[in-house]
Structures are given as structure tokens and as C-alpha cells.
């Protein structure tokens, strides 16, 4: 990952920062859905918090459990409420998991899951280029999806660019996102090996 800047799915982020979590001595499980994602619980003096940096919103502090709540930035957010997971965009709930923060589960109990996750083509996220940063500091967040780019703003106002070609592509990753060493030649390629253009017209 290192080595070649790469990131990964909610299994690799949160796997990761939850064993970091138990490094520090903290009392942490991770937390299953009833779709395919992973999350983390952690019990901190003041009760059972949610923690969560694999979501594609913004996590950046932790939510209290059951009480719940909700945190957006940019247009984007998550909302837990009544033991359920709502992911919000723009006001509106567009996806909505039952959480089971009390079934306390290992990296083990993800392993079918994780598989299926990893293999290109059978899964949302393995049929696309997708990158996402959110920039507190410069009040913006910024996603590129195949080759779209879009930066999203703290007033809700966006911009939108349609990148031309790989070499476009890789220049935004290096220049807005920092990641100079993806190897995103290759991922294209095994992308356009399973019928997936990054070019075409996005689907709405």
C-alpha cells in the first residue's frame, strides 16, 4: 500500500486503523452491516463510540452509540440514528444499513467478504477508478470517479472537470491528491479487460 500509495476499501482502511486503535491499548471491535462494510466500535470513558475511516463521508470525530448522530461536510455525511446507518448526500438519504455495533466481530469473520470485494468486476467498487480526499484546511472535498473530477465546496456549491486521458488522470492524482505512484495504467487496463470503458458517459 506504502509503496505504491494505494488506499482500499472500508476493509482495508478500518481493518488497518482498528488494529492501531488496540496497538494504543484502546478496547475496539469491528462492526459488521447488513451490507458489505465494515466499521468500528470503540469504548472510550464516556461510553461506546462509532468510529469510521472507510465511509465515503466524512468521519472526523467519534459518534456516541446508541444515541447516535450525524456528521456532514460538504454536501456528505453519514447519520446513525434508531440502530440504523443512513449515508447522506445533498439532504437526502441515499443508502440506509441496519449496524450491529454489539456483535463484536474480528478480521476473520470478513474473510468471504473481503474476497468477493477484491475481485475486479464483481463488486461496485471494483468496476471503477475512485479516489476521495476531504480537505478541512481548504474547505473543500475532491473525488474523481473514472475520469470525472469534482470538487465540492463548504457553501454547496461544486466543480466539474472530464479528464481526457490517463496521463490527465494520473497529473490530478499526483498534483490534488498526492498520489504520484498509482499504478493507475494497469487498473484501466484491467478495468477495459471486464468491458468497462473510464471514458464513457457516466450513467445517471
Known amino acids: 500500500m506504502h509503496t505504491l500509495d494505494a488506499g482500499g476499501t472500508c476493509f482495508t482502511h478500518n481493518s488497518s486503523f482498528h488494529r492501531l486503535l488496540t496497538a494504543l491499548g484502546y478496547d475496539a471491535w469491528l462492526v459488521g452491516f447488513s451490507e458489505n462494510h465494515m466499521g468500528i466500535a470503540v469504548q472510550l470513558p464516556e461510553g461506546l463510540h ?52 454489539d456483535r463484536k466481530l474480528t478480521l476473520a469473520d470478513f474473510t468471504e467478504i473481503i474476497k468477493k470485494q477484491n475481485t475486479p468486476g464483481q463488486t461496485f467498487f471494483m468496476q471503477t477508478l475512485r479516489f476521495q480526499l476531504w480537505q478541512p484546511d481548504l474547505g473543500r472535498s475532491i473525488s474523481l470517479v473514472n475520469n470525472t473530477l469534482t470538487q465540492r465546496f ?25 498520489l504520484p505512484r498509482l499504478p493507475v495504467e494497469e487498473a484501466a487496463e484491467v478495468l477495459e479487460s471486464l468491458g468497462i470503458d473510464i471514458f464513457a458517459p457516466q450513467k445517471t
Open 50 to 101: 462509532y468510529v469510521d475511516v472507510g465511509v465515503g463521508a466524512p468521519v472526523f470525530s467519534p459518534i456516541p452509540l446508541p444515541a447516535g448522530g450525524e456528521q456532514v461536510y460538504c454536501g456528505t455525511g453519514i447519520r446513525i440514528q434508531d440502530g440504523k446507518f443512513q449515508h447522506l448526500a445533498q439532504g437526502s438519504v441515499t443508502l440506509e444499513w441496519e449496524m450491529y455495533p
Open 154 to 178: 463548504e457553501d454547496g456549491s461544486s466543480q466539474q472537470e472530464k479528464l481526457a486521458s490517463v496521463p490527465e488522470i494520473k497529473q490530478a492524482l499526483a498534483e490534488e491528491f498526492r
